[in-house]
Structures are given as structure tokens and as C-alpha cells.
């Protein structure tokens, strides 16, 4: 779809208002369902980091890449609106209350002026995969930061943070949330290099026709990550996240359904593997399959999470009013069952069609760009996003095992926040780049 600079800035800044407003009426009912008459400075504050924040993106946006998609950057804003109301829903829960929000809002503004850095330096999508291997090799190095010894760090039974707080740095983070996005543009790079002898199938393994192995070495490195990611750091979210990206954009490049058939069978059998021989894994499958086994133990924070969602029932226990703080890390894992309760199935599944909304745009900025790596970029990370969404929703719904992801722009977390609007900016990079070029050709 060719947008001109003038119709994308017009709906954008439309569906800016929207999207700034919901959250601030958010902001008041919650403050009145907990018998609070006035916001407080602190709640003021943070609705104008999330006004100020909605400006500067648009007006950076608007200048750097005048026709990009004018419906992402709205939804974006919106699920950070909503994610700060929470989360501070969650602080007035407990005894004492906490300021999560205030970090999270820190962080917001963290997310936002990295997003305006990554529209500033990457001028055009071409730009990052001309460097695909160096962005492959510091992806690689991420995901080993946190197995090292001295910075490497555990939480919640996961080894996905490093704090560099013992080498008197006082700065942690999750190298993992970065490292999605560096394997989209690595596997990017790679796919459109290599698209046409992946596609070329001259080896045969029993009905299945296949290209070269050395031509696959790069790609089954990816999916053996995966596994690795399930064993050593004992996160099947993260896992599930980097083989499903793997998979789907080794299909988008080549559309080969074997790599696809083998792929999904080779993960399966690794975790069948993995579930034999390392308990912790399953501990995780049989959590998920009867957490009333052991509610009072490892499966509490599932069985919170499931008795909540019961509790909203259709429209919630509305906001302010629910009891979200008996979730373990609701804040982060359990967010999505927080508004299922005080929101309910209608409140839930709006910000189901929210996601979904968002899924759709980047995977039409995929079908739109105007060559092979725009498109696998923009596919990639769509997936990501999606397949966040659907690993850490299907895991307080048990659809499939609990997993400690964050949900995108909502969840508390620094490192997942940033990583969410650097993600954010790529896709508006590749649109823009798409709708400017067919605009030179009319």
C-alpha cells in the first residue's frame, strides 16, 4: 500500500489521541475503584511520560520515515499505556506499596529515545544486513553472556540475566530480549544470500528432498540454540520463541514445507531428550499438565494465575478491585491473568485483537516490501512478536507450558521493553523504505 507522508502523519496522530486517552481513563477508574479521588503526582507524571513519549515518536517518526505504517506506532503506545496502568495497579496492591511503575515508566522513556536512536542511525534496512555475520556473532555472544560464570544470573529458576554489579558495573540486564532481534537480521541477511541454493533440493532423506548440508549449517546452528536455550538456561519460552522464528523464516525464504517437517521434528525429539534427562524440564511439563498437584509448591503461581482468570469471569472484577498480588512475579509472567481478572474475558480479548492488529500490520509491511530482505526482516520480526504473545497467553492459559516470557510493551522489564521499541522502529524503518520506493516509481 503506497501511503504519501501527509495521509500516514494525519492517521497516525488521529490514532495517537486514542491511544494516549484509554490508558488515561484507565489511570482514573483505576484510582476510583481504590476509593483514590485524586490521581496523585505520581500517576500525572507518568501519563505525561506516556503524552510526551507518543509526540516525540511521532514527530521523529514523521521526519525519518515519513510514510511509515501509521497504525503500529498508535498500537504500540496504547499497550504501554495499558502496561503502565497495571503495573501500578499492581503497587497499590501491596503492603507496602511499591513504585514498579515509576521504573517502568523510566524505562519507557528508555524504550522511546532508543527507538528514535535506531530510526537515526539505521537510514535503511539494507544497512543492517550487510553486517549480518558480525550481528550473528554478537547474537551468539548474548545468549552465552548469561551461562558465564561471576555476571551470569538466576531468577525465578532461569539463567537469563547477567548483573555486572560483582565487577562494580550497576547495570544488569536480559542479553536474551536483544538477541531475538539480532537473530531475525542475521537470519535475514543469510536467507536472501543463500535463498536460492536452499531452495535447489539435491539430497534425498526418505520422502524429503534437501539442498546442500553445508548450505544448512547456519540455520541448524539457530535451531540447535533452541534446544540449548531449553537445557542450559532452562527457558522453554526463549526456546520455543528462537525455533519458531528459525523455522518460519527459512519458509518464508524458500517455501519448502520439508524444512519445516524436519525442523519441527528434529526440536520434538530434542525435547523429548531434554524432558528424559534433565529434571528441570520435567518439573516445567508436569506443572503444566496438573498444577493442583503441587498448588502449594511449584504450582502456585499457575494455579493463581487460573484461579484469577475464573475469578474476571465475562466483564472483571473491574479495575483496582481484584486481588492480582496473590499471582507470583504478576508483573512480569502473570500480567496477562491480572487483567483477565479485573478486566475479564472482553477486557482480555481486546487486547487479544490489539496484538493481532499488530501481527497483521507487520506481516502486511512484510508482503508489501519491495525486496527479499525487507520482507523476511519485517516477517521475522513480526514473529517474534507473535510468538511472544502467544507463548506467555497460552502459558497462564495453559495451552502450553508456563514459561517466565514478558508480554510485549505491557509486562514490567526493562530490557523487554527497549528491546520491544527497537523492534518497533525496524518494522517503521522497512515500511517507509517500501512505500517510498513505490511512490519514486509513480
Known amino acids: 500500500m503506497d ?7 494525519s492517521a497516525e496522530r488521529r490514532l495517537l489521541v486514542g491511544a494516549v486517552l484509554l490508558p488515561a481513563a484507565a489511570f482514573g477508574l483505576l484510582h476510583l475503584g481504590r476509593d483514590v479521588t485524586l490521581l496523585g503526582r505520581d500517576t500525572l507524571v ?20 515519513p510514510r511509515a505504517d501509521p497504525v503500529l506506532l498508535p498500537l504500540a503506545v496504547l499497550l504501554n499505556g495499558l502496561g503502565l496502568v497495571m503495573v501500578h495497579r499492581i503497587d497499590l496492591g501491596r503492603t507496602p506499596p511499591t513504585s514498579l511503575a515509576t521504573s517502568q515508566a523510566t524505562w519507557t522513556i528508555v524504550g522511546i529515545v532508543v527507538a528514535v536512536a535506531t530510526l537515526v542511525v539505521v537510514r535503511s534496512h539494507r544497512d543492517l544486513t550487510r553486517y549480518h555475520y558480525t550481528i550473528g556473532f554478537v547474537t551468539l555472544v548474548l545468549l552465552l553472556l548469561p551461562l558465564l560464570p561471576v555476571i551470569g544470573q538466576r531468577i525465578n529458576g532461569a539463567q537469563l540475566w547477567v ?10 540486564f536480559q542479553p536474551g530480549e536483544l538477541a531475538k532481534i539480532g537473530l531475525v537480521i542475521f537470519l535475514a541477511g543469510y536467507l536472501e544470500r543463500k535463498r536460492a541454493l536452499l531452495s535447489v533440493a539435491t539430497n534425498r532423506i526418505g520422502p524429503l528432498m534437501l539442498p546442500e548440508t553445508r548450505h544448512l549449517g547456519p540455520v541448524l546452528l539457530a535451531s540447535g540454540l533452541s534446544l540449548a536455550i531449553v537445557v542450559f538456561q532452562r527457558d522453554l519460552g526463549s526456546g520455543l520463541l528462537f525455533f519458531g522464528v528459525s523455522v518460519t523464516m527459512l519458509y518464508i525464504a524458500t517455501g519448502r514445507i520439508a524444512y519445516v517437517l524436519i525442523g519441527s521434528m528434529t526440536f520434538l525429539l530434542g525435547a523429548v531428550l531434554a524432558w528424559w534427562q534433565f529434571g528441570h524440564v520435567r518439573d516445567r511439563v508436569a506443572i503444566w499438565l496438573d498444577p493442583w498437584s503441587s498448588i502449594n509448591d511449584a504450582g502456585w503461581q499457575l494455579a493463581q494465575a487460573s484461579f484469577a482468570l475464573g475469578t474476571g469471569g465475562l466483564t472483571g472484577t473491574g479495575l483496582g478491585l481484584g486481588r492480582p498480588t496473590d499471582i507470583p ?11 483477565g481478572e479485573e ?7 481486546a487486547l487479544i485483537v490489539v496484538y493481532v492488529l499488530m501481527v497483521a500490520r507487520g506481516y502486511r509491511i512484510a508482503l508489501n516490501a519491495t525486496d527479499q530482505v525487507g520482507s523476511l526482516l519485517a516477517a521475522g520480526l513480526t514473529t517474534v512478536l507473535g ?4 507463548v506467555i497467553i497460552g502459558g497462564v492459559t495453559r495451552l502450553v507450558p508456563f514459561t517466565g516470557i ?29 512505500n517510498t520506493e513505490r511512490g519514486a516509481r509513480t
Request: no cysteine.
Open 343 to 349: 478486566l475479564g474475558l472482553l477486557g482480555a480479548t
Open 46 to 65: 507518568r501519563m505525561g511520560v506516556l503524552l510526551a513519549g507518543a509526540i516525540v515518536l511521532h514527530l521523529v517518526v514523521r521526519r525519518l520515515a
Open 163 to 172: 548483573d555486572f554489579s560483582r565487577l562494580g558495573v550497576p547495570v544488569g
Open 406 to 434: 514478558t508480554l510485549p510493551f505491557v509486562s514490567y522489564g526493562g530490557s523487554s521493553l527497549v528491546a520491544n521499541y527497537i523492534l518497533l522502529a525496524l518494522l517503521l524503518r522497512v515500511s517507509d523504505d517500501a
Open 387 to 390: 510468538l511472544q504473545v502467544f
Open 3 to 9: 501511503l504519501t507522508a501527509a495521509s500516514s502523519a
Open 329 to 339: 512475579f504478576v508483573e512480569t509472567d502473570a500480567i496477562f491473568a491480572a487483567i
